[in-house]
């Protein structure tokens, strides 16, 4: 398994705004990669790069070893499936998904069967002749996607194409992108603002931020050890607390937290002040441990949330869930809350 | 790589266009500083002929002329807005109604039909009832073409407008005269003022319909100055054209700002 | 019933002015078609074809021999169609282009360049044809900056020509073709180019298989607004052209130049170029409403 995509010190600038800051990413073949961020933070610049559809002001684009920086996107062996599908209005849906194969010379029985058995992938032999206009949201996704598959690329490029489908709907491409991912065994880059989307489909995530990378790991990774503040609180929900960190060793750092002296995993920091994150579902109520007051108990069906005042006036959050035999604490009593052992997480911020 | 959208050699041919029609307007412009009395042969910079104009033989001609085209103009501007602005209200705001489509047909019509054939049938129009020709039938004929000049801009605007201002000023126990005069129509100002400016270009540009309504006894500016060029293109002609030609592209910026202020105010 | 009321007055000076002076002129002229020649110019009310068998048919020189197929104003006709046709052609491979770039500029500039290309428009018809004459003249400008350069000998003979006459056209309603054709780029979806270039379409391919048809509808729009008004010009003709260029505009403003004026020729004229006029717009109304 080879690197599909590897970009090294990319810099993109618009005016005086800089898109991106150096940014270095290595992409496995094979593999289904998300850049995941908020609106603005990049990541649809990254792809439309490596998509060819904007030139970069510094830095290399390496697919499979080959620098394709300079090249048109109708010489890059990749295919891009867009934000608003981008069908072609005036073509019948099968001429939509025919049309790349038509631009690469392929005859009019060789193209028109390829584009019948992607549509039969994507589940909408039936509609080949109607036009874009007369489908739904989800249908034109699909459309958008057999097309962008059609020509057989190496890379798909997806620009937050689930964006404008309804919930349930969103919840069942998911399970069917990630599926023909793994079946068609093509490098999926992915983008999308939706942390929920990234966990659950990707295999690697960069998670980006005005233009630089973040943090880059698998979903696991991402959320259970990130690196620093802005991670923590876009992926998830986050209890994020100040502490006095007194020393750093090879594998623990110890600290200060609301009176308590804890340890916890090392990261690459010197002692002093420093902010710590830890997830609400891994912070219990016990018999003994940091000291809080129940503020309020929020009541959502599978689980309870539990928002706590520990003494130093902070907030702390609890996810409890909601087992039936458990007893929900009653605002105002007095708790003791114990940090799950390696869940407490130190942040470079 | 320059990007899906770029064509090579569109802007050449863009700029070339542009050469293309600017340069007989900046050659008459030019000629008509000429201090020499031959139209082809440069004589250094005078305003000769601009003074000439103004107080040269043919001066009261053409004096005439400009004081009948800008009152018409005016006056044919203004009727027409006051019009286009009543039928804009009716068309734009409100649901449908059944004569939507036949109104909206009769408002395009001086747009659709070729001008020549308007000139011809008002003419025809005028001979019948026994209308003498001259300034009120070129009047008349004007409201009638700039109707639609003015009700573009107006109505543009109009639809830009959201029918809950009205609604909240009548909320507040506005009448109906009040909410129009107070909350609608300074909303659409910017749109009734483009209209006046398009429609008063509009008549004071107009040859066709005017040369065949007029009769023989009075001259608008386009049509005195038609009359002096099947005589032989002189310099003052150009001067003449000049001025006009600077006082439409002065309407045509005014307007053109009107609109942009009227667009940044929501 | 108040609404219904207060519509109706607010577009009963409409109906009137409109009605009045344009709808009625109109009727009346297709009567008038069908009236009499008056001696002097003018009409006598008296039914007669005589006008329609002017325009259609001949019978000789004295009246008296078997009608035959009049050709001469047909042939009148014949080159105006020829003549708006070449002359919208010609604003269509100028004006696309320049409609592309203009809404491919950043929102900046785009403004500017709009800004300058309506410019001239503004200016009089008149004043701007007869600015283009005096410019191509054979002791004008442009002979004189050629010759001055040595490119040519003589002055090259351009007005009163086929091509004086397209220039004029061209220069009278480009930008009707260019805001039309502009306004439909405008709405265009870049994306669509960047999924035909994605799907490995060249430029021009893009171009033709993609941007055309999609917008389409904004150069019909741009085609008939030049190709109706350049059927009926009278100014560019007249002023640009010679005897060899006798188009429509000409001949119907003769028919109404004092006693020898034929008003019902004239109306008949007018009726025919209005008809032809309505069939290009029917067919235009058909096309747009299969199409749904």
Sequence with gaps: MGIAVDIRHAVKRYGTVTALHDVSLAIDDNAFFTLLGPSGCGKTTLLRLIGGFEETDGGEILLFGQDIAHLEPNQRPVNTVFQNYALFPHMSVLENVAFGLKMKGLDTAARTARAGRMLEMVHLSGYADRLPSQLSGGQQQRVALARALAPEPRVLLLDEPLSALDLKLRQAMRVELKTLQEENGITFIFVTHDQEEALTMSDRIAVMHAGTIQQLGTPREIYEAPVNRFVADFIGETNILEAEVHAVSQLTATLSLAGQTVTCPAAAITPGRHHVSIRPERVTLAASGLAATVERVIYLGTDLHVITRLSTGAEMRLRMQNAGRVTPPEPGAAVHLHLEEGALRLLAD | ?266 | MADTRRRTLLLLPTWAVIGVLMLIPVLLMAVYSFLTKEFRGGVEWQFSLAAYDQFFLTRGLFGDEPAAIEWTYINIFWRSIWQAALATLLCLMIGFPTAWFIATRPPSSRAIWLFLITVPYWVNLLIRTVSLKFLIRDNGPLNEFLIALNLIDNPLPLVNTNLAVQLGLFYSYLPFMVLPIYAAVERYDTALSEAAADLYASRWTTLREIILPVVKPGIVAGCILVFVPSLGAFLAPDLLGGAKTFMIGSLIDEQFRGSQGNWPFGAAVSMVLMTLVLIVLMFHARAQGSRR
């Design chain 2, 1 to 266: 790589m320059k990007g899906v959208r770029h064509y090579p050699g569109f802007m050449a041919v863009t700029v070339g266009c542009l050469v293309v029609l600017y340069a007989p307007l900046i050659v008459v412009m030019a000629y008509s500083f000429n201090g020499s009395n031959s139209i082809t042969q440069w004589g250094g910079f005078s305003l000769h002929w601009y003074t000439q104009v103004f107080t040269g033989p043919e001066a009261p001609r053409f004096g005439q002329a400009a004081r009948n085209s800008l009152t018409i103009a005016a006056l044919a501007s203004t009727t027409a807005t006051l019009i286009a602005t009543a039928a804009a209200i009716a068309m734009v705001q409100g649901a449908p109604f059944r004569g939507k489509g036949a109104t909206f047909a009769l408002i395009n019509l001086p747009l659709m039909v070729p001008e020549i054939v308007t000139a011809v049938a008002t003419l025809i129009f005028f001979s019948a009832i026994g209308l003498t020709t001259g300034y009120f039938t070129i009047l008349i004929a004007h409201i009638a073409f700039c109707i639609p000049f003015a009700y573009l801009p107006i109505a543009a605007r109009l639809e830009g407008i959201a029918p809950s201002y009205e609604a909240a000023a009548r909320d507040l126990y506005a009448t109906r005269w009040q909410a129009f005069r107070l909350v609608l129509l300074p909303l659409m100002m910017p749109g009734v003022a483009a209209g006046w400016l398009l429609a008063f270009i509009i008549s004071l540009d107009d040859f066709i319909i005017t040369n065949f309504v007029k009769g023989a006894g009075i001259e608008t500016l386009p049509t005195a100055i038609f009359g002096a060029v099947k005589q032989g293109i002189k310099p003052n002609i150009m001067a003449i054209s000049t001025l006009m030609l600077a006082v439409s592209i002065l309407f045509v910026t005014l307007a053109w700002f009107i609109n942009r202020k009227g667009h940044r105010t929501p």
